[in-house]
C-alpha cells in the first residue's frame, strides 16, 4: 500500500528526513514512532504529496507519488492531528462538503452519511452543529470524516491526543472495525500503549532516520531485557550504588526512580529490604522501555 525508499528531505540548511525505507502493507496497522522532531510528519506529508521530497521514490496506493499525488490522495483518508472541523456546517454537513471536495456527488455523500454517523456513534447527532460536540465526538466525526471516499488507506497523525481513556478505547474500537474490513492504517502516536496495542509493525525514528521496524512483540524481545523494577522511595541512591545498578542487567535512573532491567527479577527484589523505605514495581517490559532505550530520556522540543 505504500512504499518509500531512500526518502531525503531538507529544509534549508538541515536535513530532517535522512534517507528512509519502509514498506506497508495491505491490512496491516503500521506505527510510526520518535520523539518530537524526529522527522515523522514530514515523511507522512512526503507520501501524501503535500511535501516534495529532495530525492527518494514513493508509491502510495499503487500511484507514484508526487507525480500522481492527487490520484493517491482520492484512495486515501486522512485524519489530522488537529480536527479542522467546519463550524459553520452541521455534523451530516461536514460529512457531504468534504466527500465534494474529492468530486464525489451530493447524492452519493449523503447516501454514506447514516453509515458514517453510525459508525462514528453519531447517528443522533446528524443535524447537531460541531461547537456543540466533545473532544471525544469530534475525533469520532474526523475520522468518519476520512472515510467519505471508502479509502483503502488512512493516514492518522497521533488520532487519541487529547482524549479522555473512555474516549481512546472508543477510537480504538472503531480503528479495530476499519482494520477487520481489510484496510491498511498508518498512524503516528505518542502512546506506546496505543502502538502496542494496534500495530501490526512499529517503525521508530529518531532524528530524520528510522531506527527499526518490527512488530511490537519483537521489538521487545530482541532489544530489552523481559523484566522491568521501578524503585523509588527513601535510600534510593544509597541502594542504587551498592545494589541496583550490580543486580541488573541494565538499570538508569530518571528524576527520582530507578529502571532496573533484568532477566531475572529476584535477586534484585531480595536487596530490597521491606523495612527501608524503598518501593519497587515489577512489571513486563513493554515497547515504552524499548523506546525509551532506543532514543533516549533527554526531553526534546
Ligand atoms: P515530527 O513529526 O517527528 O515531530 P517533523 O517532521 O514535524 O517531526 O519535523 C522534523 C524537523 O523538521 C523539525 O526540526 C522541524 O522543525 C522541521 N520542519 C518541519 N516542517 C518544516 C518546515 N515547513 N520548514 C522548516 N522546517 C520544518
Redesign the pocket.
Known sequence: MLHVESLH?R??A?E??RGVSFAVHAGECFG?L????????????CCLGL?SPDSGRIELAGLPVPAKAREARARVGVVPQFDNLDPDFTVAENLVVFGRYFGLSKRHCESRVPHLLAFAGLSDKANAKIESLSGGMKRRLTLARALINDPQVLFL?EPTTGLDPQARHLVWDRLKTLLNEGRTIIL?THFMDEAQRLCNRVAI?DK?ALMTVSSPQQLIEREIEPVVVEVYGDGLMHWYERSGKRLAQRAELAGDTAFCYCDDAEPLLRSISPESGLRALRRAANLEDVFLKLTGRDL??
Do not use: H, Q, S
Open positions: 528531505k529544509y534549508d538541515v530532517v528526513v510510526l520518535g520523539p518530537n522532531g524526529a522527522g515523522k510528519t514530514t515523511t507522512l506529508r511535501a497523525d503516528t525514528m530524520g526534546r522540543d
